[in-house]
Every structure is written in C-alpha cells, then in structure tokens.
C-alpha cells in the first residue's frame, strides 16, 4: 500500500517538475527576438537564437520580428514648390532595432505600420513641398528619396525602428492635369512643326528664286554667246562672199541668182507678177545674165547691175 502510494506521490511529482521545466524553456528562432516580460514589467530582450531559459509561471514570452518589414504606403497627393499637384506611390523598408522600445511604444508591427504611415506622409509632404515637379520627376529624385528617408528615420528611432530604405515608386500628374499638360505639349509640338515647315518653305523659295536667277543668267550669257558667234559667222560668210565676188563677179551673181531662184520658186504655190523682162529672171533670156530690151538681146557693152541676194533662211 505504501509502495503504491509512493509511486503516484513520485508520478505527481516528475510532472510537476517537467511542467516547470517546460515553463521555464523558450527558443529564439534566427529570424526574431524575444522580449521577456514578468507580471507586465519588460525584464530583458533575448535576440541569440536557440534555447533559452525563463521564470515559470510568471514570465512570458512576446516574439519581435527582426527582418527587414515592409511599408506600403497608399498614394497620397501633394503639393509642390510651383504649385503643381502630384499624386506620389511610395514605399518604405524598415527593421525593429529595439524591441523594448518599440513594444513599449507601439506595441505590434499592424500598430507600428499605421504610425510610420503618419510618418512617411508627412515627410513625402514637407521634402516634396519644397521642390518643383520636375526636380522631383527627373532631376533630383535620388536625393529626395535619401532626405525623405533621414527624416522619417529620426522621428522612427523614438518607436525603436530604423529605416532603411524609402522609396517613390510613382510621381505623376492628376489625370486632369495630365490631360491638360498632354494638350499643352501638342499644342507645342505642331506649333513647332508649323514653324519648321514655314522654315522650310522659305529655305525652298530661296532656293527656287536662286535657281530660277541662275538658269535667266545661264540663258542670258548662253543667247550672248551664241549672238556672238552668230555674228562672226555672218561676218565670215560676207568676207567669204565679198572675196569670192572679186574673184570672179559674173560667177557670182549667177550663183545668187540661181540660188534665189532655188529659194523663190519653191513647190508651195508661190506665185510673182513681174515682167519678163525683168532684171531678176535675166538669166533665163541670156546665159550672160544680159537685160533683154523690146525682146532683142541686149548690147554686149551693157551690163546689168547684180541684184542683192535674198536672205537665207537660217
């Protein structure tokens, strides 16, 4: 009967002492810290991974994690420096770097996340506000992200949380506005086309103008020359007659006569009314060219005078 009570009494005791060593165990995983809290009083932070020990009962364990968390931030609009609206998406990284101040202050990272949210906006609203749109569209972007940054990091550490990156996702125009700057920009745009074409238009009228001066001076200097030429080939066809006339002079005025006729009497219906006897078919009364007179032959001492040849076509 003792033995039987001795064994339950032993029983009783061996749980009782694994229920307090299971109590007063706790693991600490690599990806969080342990803030150990007794009857409500914060005692110690644990951030060494493995198994660590505790007071049974009256401590408990509150895990924080201590990776890199994420901060969304809804889009929010402001106001820049030249008064142009922007609606900003941005974002913010941000890690617990003391557990007991943030548990003290904040208590869980949802709470935590609403708080720096208050935060973020705030800064995006006093950096940006600052700048104009397009020091925070194109040129100084990095270097506003980095202010924005260190100022949600100062006003962060009183919660126990470092920053460690923020960032803007998107910096754009409301739609409205967006629309009204896309109309300005072609507006721009065709005015500037319109310019280039009436440029344009002008080069190619100077262009025009200076060909068209060219080929009248072309043609001027061309029919100058060729008037010339002209002229000195008329004027070597009347030495070239003139020699030949004083060569042989009945030779002569035969040769122009009968290229006269050649000319003259051409198969078009040409018709003349002279008299037969006149001076310029009197090769056709006499092979001497000799004027015939009431229809005898004319004296041997008379001699006609040599008509002036016609005028060849050129």
């Known amino acids: 009967m003792k033995a039987g009570v001795a064994g339950v009494v032993a029983l009783i005791v061996t749980l009782v002492v694994i229920v307090v060593v299971w109590s007063s165990l706790f693991t600490v995983r690599q990806t969080e810290q342990v803030l150990l809290v007794r009857l409500g009083e914060p005692v110690r932070v644990v951030t060494e991974p493995g198994l660590h020990f505790k007071a049974p009962f009256i401590d408990s364990v509150i895990s924080i994690d201590k990776r890199i968390l994420d901060l969304e931030n809804p889009s929010q609009e402001v106001i820049a420096a030249d008064q142009k609206r922007l609606v900003v998406d941005a974002f913010a990284r941000y890690r617990i770097k003391n557990a007991l101040r943030f548990y003290q202050s904040v208590g869980s990272v949802p709470a935590a996340n609403l708080q720096l949210t208050t935060l973020l906006n705030a ?40 920053v460690v990156d923020v960032r803007i996702r998107r910096a754009d125009l409301p739609d409205q506005n967006s629309l009204a700057v896309y109309q300005r920009m072609q507006t721009e745009r065709q005015r ?47 030495r070239l007659f003139a020699t030949a006339y004083s060569k042989d002079p009945d030779f002569f005025a035969f040769y122009r006569s009968m290229t006269a006729y050649e000319q003259a009497l051409k198969s078009n219906d040409t018709r003349f009314l002279l008299r037969p006897d006149s001076d310029f078919f009197r090769f056709f009364g006499s092979a001497e060219g000799r004027a015939a007179t009431n229809g005898a032959a004319p004296s041997a001492a008379a001699t006609p005078a040599v008509p002036a040849a016609p005028a060849v076509p050129r």
């Open 192 to 238: 500037e086309a319109a310019e280039f074409r009436a440029q344009g238009g002008q080069k190619a009228q100077e262009i025009r103008s200076k060909a068209d001066r060219d080929v009248t001076v072309i043609i001027a200097e061309a029919n100058s020359q060729a008037e010339e030429i002209r002229g000195s080939g008329d004027a070597e066809r009347n």
């Open 123 to 162: 800064a995006l609203r006093r950096v940006l506000g600052e700048v104009t749109f397009i020091q925070v569209v194109r040129d100084e972007r990095e270097a506003l992200m980095g202010r924005i940054r260190s100022q949600l990091d100062r006003e962060a550490e009183n919660y126990g949380i470092s």
